[in-house]
């Protein structure tokens, strides 16, 4: 039987209506990739690495290098300072005193941080305790509250005629979240105007520098250095004025919310109104990236509004992210129309 199917040979099978192999102009198009999403990374950057805390052996090692590394210089100044006086008594009494002046610097900087750190621990009271009187709903408490916000308000200039308003409507009102409310909008109400330009400022820096720079690290430096800047003058701005490592510790009680909830992700309707109604971010990655960054700044100083803010959003609405982003880049990457 093998036989025969070797003498056989190949057979050849005729297919019936087969035509001719179709050819290279016949055959279908390649599809286009789809475009990937801009995910505003530089953000996300800074986000995880101003909400990572330093492990215990790193603060243990970086503490420990202070030390010695404060010893050192000490043993060397007052060598130093021992040798001249002893060689040239003028000169060495001289940088005497300017180590004298620099440790007083330092002094007055030490002091400067701890009161910085009092003004913001005052802003987190005044914000716990008006949750507090919201949840019990007291007058008293209410109307007490409220007097240490006017004493705090009471040396800006900006804020007299809210002030006056407030204590001539205050004996109006017998609820304590009337009071509160009325609190927020003759008294935090310019102050929030205020918080919401540095906001679109900072939105717009970075945006602007993510979309143009094309520098490696460039939009993560500004990003890092704009939220920063922001941070502190919101602070600022509510009365909460922070030294660097307030601002610090501001920054890292803001970006680890923002992480722990989420926020940082781009993948809800909010970024995605933004980037789908700005033509450029549709047509190009790189100012895609600029829009999503600049959302996610503008996310960041809201939530900056909420720690920084003496009473929480009751009477007044929450400022809206894709509000702020909109008025922040009118102008810079073109708008809806």
């Not at 300072?81 to 002893?86: D, E, F, M, P, Q």
């Not at 009325?182 to 820096?205: F, G, H, K, N, S």
């Amino acid at each position: 039987m093998a036989d025969d199917d070797r003498r056989r040979g190949p057979v050849l099978i005729d297919l019936e209506g087969a035509g001719e192999a179709p050819g290279p102009g016949e055959a279908p198009p390649v599809p286009d990739p789809e475009p990937q999403r801009p995910e505003g990374r530089a953000m996300q950057t800074v986000a995880v690495l101003a909400a990572r805390k330093p492990s215990r052996l790193a603060r243990w090692f970086w503490t420990l290098a202070g030390a010695l590394l404060a010893t050192f210089i000490s043993i060397a100044a007052w060598q130093a300072v021992t040798g001249l006086i002893l060689a040239y008594p003028l000169l060495g009494y001289a940088v005497t005193l300017l180590i004298a002046v620099f440790l007083l610097v330092c002094l007055a900087i030490v002091v400067k941080e701890i009161a910085a750190f009092s003004r913001l621990s005052r802003m987190d009271r005044l914000h716990s305790e008006a949750e507090a009187v919201l949840a019990t709903g007291e007058l008293k408490r209410a109307r007490a509250l409220t007097g240490r916000l006017t004493a705090l308000y009471a040396p800006r200039d900006e804020l007299k005629w809210g002030l006056e308003r407030f204590r001539e409507r205050e004996p109006e009102q017998f609820d304590a979240e009337a009071v509160l409310g009325l609190a927020e909008a003759e008294l935090l109400a310019p102050l929030d105007a205020a918080a919401l330009r540095e906001i679109e400022a900072a939105a717009r820096q970075v945006a602007a520098v993510t979309a143009v720079v094309p520098l490696a690290l460039a939009d993560v430096a500004t990003a890092l250095t704009s939220n920063l800047r922001m941070i502190r003058r919101i602070a600022e701005i509510y009365g909460g004025r922070s030294g660097t490592l307030g601002s610090w510790r501001l920054t890292r009680a803001v970006m680890t919310h923002l992480v722990a909830t989420g926020a940082v992700a781009v993948g809800d309707d909010t970024i995605g109104s933004v980037l789908g109604g700005t033509l450029l971010a549709r047509l190009s990655r790189r100012f895609g990236e600029g829009v999503v960054n600049g959302a996610l700044t503008a996310r960041v100083g809201v939530a900056a509004m909420e720690v920084c803010r003496p009473l929480p959003f009751t009477a007044r609405p929450r400022p809206s992210v894709a509000g702020i982003i909109k008025r922040a880049l009118t102008g810079l990457f073109g708008d809806r129309d």
